[in-house]
């Protein structure tokens, strides 16, 4: 029995070699050669290439803010690109000019003796503080100094010393904290103006 052990032995031997040579001795199929693109020729024309496209919209600024002033002909405006300090003229309307002050909200009355109180009364003083009008603690009552303050002010603007501001006369852009405050009509002068 072991002779035939042996003999299948010996037959799986020669056929695994058989099989080996086969896959070794099998030729290799030809790469496939690249067929050439098809070749055309055009003529060369030189010329200017431009190209269009209309669109509707609207243009507009980053950071652009709408300011109201009331009623009127929008007659001065500061240069564009230019800084206005607190105190310093932001635009006319009917030759009458806009005083930039500080704070975050808009002025919606006329400031005068008797009004109600209010945080823009307290804003207003503390504009008024910061260009050197107004010496008390800035509240929110309009009182007698609060108008001495306007008058102060008004004089040292060339303004008509009433003690009172009306309605569009000065603007305070929304989160403005304030700059370095400019009080003659000769030092605005020489200011850049906003930038909006």
Do not use: C, H
Not at 138 to 166: C, M, P, Y
Request: aromatic share 6%; hydrophobic share 40%; proline share 8%.
């Amino acid at each position: 029995m072991r002779k035939i052990w042996i003999g299948v032995a010996a037959a799986v031997a020669v056929a695994g070699l058989a099989t080996t040579g086969f896959i070794i001795a099998r030729p290799t199929p030809a790469p496939d050669v690249a067929k050439t693109p098809p070749r055309s020729t055009a003529e060369v024309v030189r010329g200017n290439l431009s190209e269009q496209t209309l669109v509707q919209g609207n243009l507009g600024y980053v950071g652009e803010r709408s300011i109201s002033g009331g009623a009127g002909t929008l007659t001065a405006l500061a240069p564009a690109g230019s800084t206005v300090g607190v105190g310093g003229e932001l635009f006319a309307v009917d030759n009458v000019p806009v005083i930039l002050m500080t704070g975050a909200l808009p002025q919606w009355r006329a400031f005068a003796l008797g009004m109600a109180n209010g945080p823009d009364v307290q804003q207003l003083e503390a504009s008024l503080a910061e260009l050197g009008y107004f010496w008390s603690e800035a509240d929110e009552i309009f009182d007698e100094n609060t108008r001495v303050g306007i008058r102060l002010w008004q004089e040292a603007n060339g303004r008509e010393k009433t003690g009172e501001i009306g309605l569009g006369e000065v603007f305070s852009p929304p989160g403005r904290s304030g700059s370095p405050p400019q009080s003659s009509r000769s030092a605005r002068s020489r200011l850049p103006a906003p930038t909006f």
